[in-house]
């Protein structure tokens, strides 16, 4: 019913000697797999609160389903933030 955001399966999919596009490619499809990950899990609340209200399932699966969503959001920012932070510091650097 619930599945976990997997995060770092697809990282192994860029080739070390892959060209700058390709490596662009690939991380933008991660990054969307991982972002599809958490908005399904966000529905996934949803649905566990829609059964919840008709008393299909019980206030610990609604808890348990909301703080998964709630861990999968804020590990989302926390990499956003990095990657800005990354990428600011790319910015800054002198040639």
């Not at 192994?12 to 690939?26: I, L, M, R, Y």
């Not at 956003?80 to 600011?88: H, L, M």
């Amino acid at each position: 019913m619930i599945s976990p955001v997997n995060l770092v399966s697809n990282m192994n999919t860029v080739q070390p000697k892959a060209t700058p596009a390709e490596a662009t490619e690939s991380f933008a499809s991660f990054l969307k797999t991982a972002i599809d990950g958490v908005a399904a899990q966000e529905q996934n609340v949803h649905n566990v609160n829609d059964q919840f209200l008709i008393g299909e399932v019980d206030e610990n699966k609604v808890v348990i389903a909301a703080m998964q969503a709630e861990l999968s959001l804020s590990l989302t920012g926390q990499i956003r933030n990095k990657v800005v932070e990354a990428y600011q510091e790319i910015m800054r650097m002198q040639i």
